[in-house]
C-alpha cells in the first residue's frame, strides 16, 4: 500500500511542473504579440523578436542539454531553478519599465520568449528521467494537466486584457514562474549517479554532440526537418491569432477563448495515451498529429467568422497534443542513454528553429498582405511537413 501511494505522489508532484511551466508559456509566448501591440510594436517587427528569441533559443538548447548529460552536471531539477529564478529577475525588470524604455522593453521580452523555450526540454527531460529511475509517473496525465492551467489562464488574459493595461501579462507570468519555482523545490527529483565502471565506459564512449550526432541518428535528422515546418505552421497560428480573429471579427477576448477552447480538448488525447499506446505504436500517433496541423491550419483559413474559429479548435485533440504526448515517448525509446536529454532538446529545438521561421514569415506576410496569404503559406508547409513525417517516423 505504502509503494503504491509513493508512486502515485510522482504523478502528482510532477503535475505541477507541467501546470505552471505552460501556463507560464501561455502569458510569455502566446500573449508577446498582443503586449507586444499594445506598446507600440508593429507586426513584422513582432515577428523580428520572436524569430530572434527563437535562434537564440536554438543555439542555447543542445548547449544546455550537452551539458545536463554530464556525469558532472548540476541536477535537471537546479539547472530549471537557475534558469526560471533569472526569467522571473527579467519579467520584474519589464513591470518596472512598462511602456518607459521602447526599445529595452522589446529586447528583455524577446530574451525572455527564447529563455523560456530552453526550459521545454528540460521539463520534459525531468519527466522521463524520473520513469527511466524506475518510478511510477504518467506522464500523458500530468502534460494534461498542463494544458488546463494553459487554458485557464489564456482565459483569464482574454477577459482582464480587454477591460485593464497589457501590464497583467507581466504579472500572470511572474506570478505563473514564481509557482513553479515552489513546485520544483517540493519536487522529489534527484541526479542518478552512475557506477565508477559505467562512467569510464561512458566516458570511453564516441562524442554524440553536434554533428556527430546527427550522423548517428540519420533517419531522426530527416524527420526533425518535417517537425520544423509543420511547427511553422504552428506557430503561425499561436503567435499571431489576435490578428487571425480579427478577421473574423472577433478580438482580445475571442483569442483567449480560442485558445482556452484549443488547451481543454487536449485533454483527452494526453490523459489516455497511455491506452492509446495499447492500441497503435508511437510511431502511428507520431504520423497521424502531422497530418492535423496541417488540417487545422487549413481550416483555420477557411473559417468565416468566430463560431467556425471555435469550432476549428477541437482539431487540436490530434495535432498538438498528440505530437506533444508522442514526441517525449518517442524520443525517449529511440536515443541511447547518453544522448536522451539531447534528442529532447534537438526535437524541442524544432519547434524554436519553426518558431524562428514561422515569427519571421508570419509577420512578413500580415505586414505585406494579410492572415489569409499567411495561413494558406502555413497550410503548404504543414503539408510538406507532415508528408515528411509520415515517410521517416
Known amino acids: 500500500m505504502n509503494a503504491i501511494q509513493k508512486e502515485q505522489d510522482y504523478t502528482a508532484r510532477y503535475s505541477l511542473l507541467p501546470c ?3 501556463a507560464a508559456f501561455c502569458s510569455i509566448i502566446s500573449y508577446a504579440s498582443f503586449y507586444l ?6 507586426n513584422s517587427t513582432i515577428g523580428m523578436i520572436i524569430a530572434v528569441a527563437g535562434a537564440f533559443s536554438a543555439i542555447l538548447q543542445p548547449v544546455v542539454a550537452s551539458y545536463a548529460d554530464r556525469a558532472d552536471s ?13 526569467q522571473i529577475g527579467g519579467y520584474i525588470a519589464l ?14 521580452y524577446g530574451v525572455e520568449i527564447g529563455v523560456h523555450q530552453v526550459l521545454t526540454p528540460l521539463i520534459n ?5 524520473t520513469i527511466n529511475q524506475g518510478k511510477k509517473l504518467n506522464y500523458g496525465i500530468s502534460r494534461s494537466l498542463g494544458s488546463v492551467s494553459y487554458a485557464v489562464v489564456a482565459f483569464i488574459l482574454g477577459q482582464i486584457t480587454v477591460k485593464t493595461e497589457s501590464s497583467s501579462v507581466l504579472y500572470m507570468s511572474i506570478l505563473m514562474l514564481f509557482l513553479l519555482e515552489l513546485s520544483l523545490l517540493v519536487y522529489p527529483f ?13 566516458a570511453d564512449a564516441p562524442k554524440t554532440s553536434g554533428f556527430a550526432f546527427f550522423l548517428k541518428y540519420k533517419r531522426f535528422s530527416v524527420l526533425l526537418i518535417g517537425c520544423v515546418l509543420i511547427y511553422l505552421s504552428h506557430v503561425m497560428i499561436n503567435n499571431f491569432t489576435l490578428q487571425i480573429v480579427q478577421t473574423k471579427g472577433g478580438d482580445a477576448g475571442t483569442m483567449g477563448t480560442g485558445q482556452a477552447i484549443a488547451s481543454l480538448i487536449e485533454l483527452p488525447t494526453m490523459f489516455l495515451f497511455g491506452w492509446m499506446l495499447k492500441k497503435a505504436e508511437c510511431k502511428v500517433w507520431f504520423k497521424i498529429s502531422g497530418l ?3 488540417l487545422k491550419i487549413f481550416a483555420t483559413w477557411l473559417a468565416p ?4 474559429f471555435y469550432g476549428v479548435q477541437f482539431l487540436q485533440m490530434f495535432g498538438w497534443a498528440l505530437i506533444t504526448v508522442s514526441s517525449v515517448y518517442y524520443v525517449n525509446s529511440v536515443m541511447e542513454d547518453q544522448d536522451k536529454i539531447k534528442g529532447q532538446a534537438y526535437f524541442t529545438m524544432t519547434y524554436t528553429i519553426g518558431c524562428v521561421f514561422g515569427s519571421l514569415l508570419g509577420g512578413a506576410l500580415l505586414e505585406a498582405y494579410s492572415a489569409n496569404a499567411m495561413l494558406i503559406c502555413g497550410s503548404v508547409c504543414a503539408l510538406i511537413g507532415s508528408a515528411i513525417m509520415f515517410i521517416t517516423a
Do not use: C, M
Open 20 to 22: 505552471f511551466y505552460w
Open 95 to 108: 513591470a518596472l519599465l512598462h511602456q518607459k524604455a521602447f526599445l529595452l522593453t522589446g529586447i528583455i
Open 190 to 202: 534527484r541526479k542518478q549517479v552512475k557506477a565508477s565502471a559505467d562512467t569510464v565506459s561512458k
Open 305 to 308: 467568422n468566430v463560431p467556425v
Open 74 to 86: 548540476l541536477s535537471l531539477k537546479n539547472i530549471v531553478l537557475l534558469i526560471s529564478g533569472v
Open 37 to 42: 501591440l499594445s506598446i507600440g510594436y508593429k
Open 292 to 294: 492535423f496541423f496541417f
Open 125 to 129: 527531460s525531468l519527466g522521463t528521467e
